[in-house]
């Protein structure tokens, strides 16, 4: 596969860009800026998902455990939590649901809450990343005034991606059991936008002022890794970049 065009593209593009590519089958990898950090938008629900599910597998806590909706919890949309009334209980399982499918920020507060921001980070330093890190909840300005942020960088986002396929992230339960969460993705204007509709993408996406990310894997023939991250960039034009970009990988192979 050629990446001349695409990293052309990418070096044309407003702000900071990254990209990341990895075959599965081959090991072929590619990346431009992929190991820089960006801050992460909602691509940090990743992380969040992988700590919940290595404590539902050590049993700290369970899938069914209740977490109860609160007036002073809510943050604004994405998602659905929000708009529930005070007294809804939600299971950790749903929340982990709401917080990937829909990219529901309450429900991912929630879930930070609840695993611990430092288990969190503990446990994606254990993996190996070195650079993505959660510091502060979602929709905090105090904190965020502070200089907290949460980062991530493209290619520490496709190891824990590549865990999940190979069934070493967490468990081989654990794993699928979170590929399924992420092919329910209904955010779908990035990666999958432009491939056969009958190709089945696993991904997460990330959307701030200046900021459109998104990485999954793409179910083709042979599958692979994508992740893309951008800060203050050209948000429309960025994400046309990475429709294209992902048709060309999806045909060039």
Same mark, same amino acid.
Request: hydrophobic residues 40%.
């Given at each position: 596969?050629?990446?001349?065009?695409?990293?052309?593209?990418?070096?044309? /593009?407003?702000?900071?860009?990254?990209?990341?590519?990895?075959? !599965?089958?081959?090991?072929?990898?590619?990346?431009?800026?992929?190991?820089?950090?960006?801050?992460? &938008? *909602?691509?940090?629900?990743?992380?969040?998902?992988?700590? @919940?599910?290595?404590?539902?597998?050590?049993?700290?806590? *369970?899938?069914?455990?209740?977490?109860?909706?609160?007036?002073?919890?809510?943050?604004?949309? +994405?998602?659905?939590?929000?708009?529930?009334? @005070?007294? #809804?209980?939600?299971?950790?399982?749903?929340?982990?649901?709401?917080?990937?499918?829909?990219?529901?920020?309450?429900?991912?507060?929630? /879930?930070?809450?609840?695993?611990?921001?430092?288990?969190?980070?503990?446990?994606? &330093?254990?993996?190996?990343?070195?650079? #993505?890190?959660?510091?502060? !909840?979602?929709?905090? *300005?105090? @904190?965020?005034?502070?200089?907290?942020?949460?980062?991530?960088?493209?290619?520490?986002?496709?190891? !824990?991606?590549?865990?999940?396929?190979?069934?070493?992230?967490?468990?081989?339960?654990?794993?699928?059991?979170?590929?399924?969460?992420?092919?329910?993705?209904?955010?779908?204007?990035?990666?999958?936008?432009?491939?056969?509709?009958?190709? +089945?993408?696993?991904?997460?996406?990330?959307?701030?002022?200046?900021? #459109?990310?998104?990485?999954?894997?793409?179910?083709? @023939?042979?599958?692979?890794?994508?992740?893309?991250?951008?800060?203050? #960039?050209?948000?429309?034009?960025?994400?046309?970049?990475?429709?294209?970009?992902?048709?060309?990988?999806?045909?060039?192979?």
């Amino acid at each position: 596969m050629d990446f001349t065009v695409i990293e052309s593209r990418l070096h044309s /593009l407003k702000g900071k860009v990254g990209f990341y590519y990895e075959d !599965l089958a081959s090991g072929e990898s590619f990346g431009v800026n992929d190991n820089e950090e960006y801050i992460a &938008a *909602s691509v940090i629900k990743i992380p969040v998902l992988v700590e @919940a599910y290595r404590q539902f597998e050590q049993k700290a806590v *369970s899938q069914d455990d209740f977490l109860e909706i609160r007036d002073e919890d809510r943050v604004p949309s +994405c998602g659905a939590a929000a708009y529930l009334h @005070a007294g #809804t209980r939600l299971t950790l399982k749903d929340l982990c649901r709401l917080m990937i499918i829909i990219s529901d920020n309450m429900a991912t507060n929630l /879930l930070i809450k609840k695993l611990g921001m430092e288990n969190i980070n503990r446990t994606i &330093a254990d993996l190996g990343l070195k650079k #993505t890190r959660l510091k502060r !909840l979602l929709f905090d *300005s105090n @904190a965020e005034s502070k200089g907290k942020q949460n980062y991530i960088t493209p290619r520490e986002i496709a190891l !824990l991606l590549k865990l999940m396929w190979e069934g070493k992230l967490v468990s081989s339960e654990a794993s699928a059991e979170m590929l399924e969460i992420l092919k329910h993705q209904e955010i779908n204007h990035k990666i999958p936008s432009m491939l056969p509709d009958d190709v +089945c993408v696993a991904h997460k996406t990330g959307e701030d002022d200046g900021i #459109t990310h998104d990485a999954g894997i793409v179910y083709a @023939a042979r599958p692979f890794i994508l992740c893309f991250a951008s800060n203050n #960039t050209d948000v429309p034009q960025t994400e046309q970049f990475i429709r294209t970009s992902a048709r060309m990988i999806y045909d060039g192979r």
